[in-house]
């Protein structure tokens, strides 16, 4: 053979193998078609994403708005405060003068009990006078003066001992004061009286 006809056989048979590998390759249109995806349960279209096998970025779910707190019952509205009473008058004084009965408690400093004895008062303008009565029944006259709160009182009795009270009264009612004699060592008794009757008592 001659370099022509070797030239020829040699491209006929890389023509050959050619269309042999061309025919062992199946075309594109025999292979089978894979089918897309079945669409998502709640009917919602499926994204590139969840095609290809991306995981779709979970949805938050709605936070529940809290409940609003239970109420604990309406609350009262504050009872209404009584309207304050209207002050009652005072009552009138039951005593405008010295004029009765005086029921006095001596309170000796040294035994601590009480004794009792009565004054019978008479008041003229700012002059006092009457008889103390003491508990063991003996009558002393005495005198003296009041200007509207402050008084004194001087008695004398049999064994001519003089005796002193002195002090002050409230509202004509009631006195607190001192006891003394002449005795300088006669530190006093102190003393109160309440006045009981307004008219005079027949001693």
Do not use: C
């Not at 053979?1 to 023509?15: D, K, S, T, Y």
């Not at 209207?86 to 408690?105: H, I, L, N, R, Y």
């Not at 009565?118 to 006078?129: C, K, N, R, S």
């Not at 509207?148 to 001992?161: I, M, P, S, V």
């Amino acid at each position: 053979m001659n370099l022509r006809q070797i030239a020829l056989v040699g491209v006929a048979a890389l023509a050959l193998g050619g269309t042999a590998v061309a025919a062992g390759q199946p075309h594109p249109s025999d292979q089978a078609v894979t089918p897309p995806p079945p669409p998502p349960p709640n009917g919602s279209v499926a994204t590139p994403g969840q095609l290809i096998g991306t995981p779709a970025p979970a949805t938050a779910a709605p936070s529940a708005s809290p409940a609003p707190s239970g109420r604990r019952g309406r609350r009262s509205a504050p009872a209404a405060s009584p309207s304050p009473a209207a002050s009652e008058s005072p009552e009138p004084p039951q005593f405008s003068t010295m004029d009765g009965v005086w029921e006095v408690q001596l309170q000796p400093l040294m035994t601590g009990k009480t004794v009792y004895s009565h004054l019978y008062v008479t008041q003229q303008g700012d002059a006092l006078t009457g008889t103390w009565v003491r508990a063991t029944l003996d009558k002393m006259p005495f005198t003296g003066t009041f200007d509207g709160r402050l008084f004194k009182l001087t008695a004398t009795d049999a064994k001519k001992t003089t005796y002193t009270l002195s002090g002050y009264a409230e509202n004509f009612s009631d006195m607190v004061g001192l006891l003394t004699t002449a005795d300088p060592k006669d530190k006093g008794t102190p003393f109160t009286a309440s006045h009981r009757k307004k008219e005079k008592i027949p001693i």
